[in-house]
T-cell receptor, first 109, second 114 residues
């Protein structure tokens, strides 16, 4: 079967750095998305990786290793507004999205 | 910019009732889909459409019907509501199928079946 694993919940302090991991086992791979979802709201797009390596944009980075079936989302200089769920999703060989259950990130002052 | 609009936002149904969740997008996207989101689980695909007149089943299609008569609209029908269909439903669209294309979500519909 296809499976995406993320930690259920993480807690960090304002101003700190946090890394949210995502491991996947899917039938084929055609890219990996990260989405952010605030409580009671719709998911919104953060990043898309299809090649190995690290992509950085401001306070945020996304890393992918296809050989290890692994990705992470790195958030630096955490702000209270970063409190949200972070969803990892893989595009499989049929170009369907397989979603992880999401990681709830709690930022404390 | 309307994006993806879905209605209603909240709905309470009695077991056995039917209803339709409406979804419309104004971005001329070919691909539209319906997901349900339940606690502790990832988004699960109910039905999807790659263009007007074409629909297909996703991971959890039982108890739901869809149609795609126009590019803009993709309603989801619950045929005979059951408590197991209590969930949050999201309509989504993208330019084409998921591969590399950003998916835009509607604001969600909170459905409770009693």
């Amino acid at each position: 079967g296809q499976n995406i694993d993320q930690p259920t919940e993480m807690t960090a302090t304002e101003g700190a750095i946090v890394q949210i991991n995502c491991t996947y086992q899917t039938s084929g791979f055609n890219g990996l998305f990260w989405y952010q979802q605030h409580a009671g709201e719709a998911p919104t797009f953060l990043s898309y990786n299809v090649l190995d390596g690290l992509e950085e944009k401001g306070r945020f980075s996304s890393f992918l290793s296809r050989s290890k079936g692994y990705s992470y989302r790195l958030l630096k200089e955490l702000q209270l507004k970063d409190s949200a769920s972070y969803l990892c999703a893989v595009v499989d060989s049929n170009y369907q999205l397989i979603w992880g259950a999401g990681t709830k990130l709690i930022i404390k002052p | 910019n309307a994006g993806v609009t879905q209605t209603p936002k909240f709905q309470v149904l009695k077991t056995g009732q039917s209803m339709t969740l409406q979804c419309a997008q104004d971005m001329n996207h070919e691909y539209m889909s319906w997901y349900r989101q339940d606690p502790g689980m990832g988004l699960r695909l109910i039905h999807y459409s790659v263009g007007a007149g074409i629909t297909d089943q996703g991971e959890v299609p039982n108890g739901y019907n869809v149609s795609r008569s126009t590019t803009e609209d993709f309603p989801l029908r619950l045929l005979s509501a059951a408590p197991s269909q209590t969930s949050v439903y999201f309509c989504a669209s993208s330019y084409q199928a998921a591969h590399g294309n950003t998916i835009y979500f509607g604001e969600g519909s909170w459905l409770t079946v009693v």
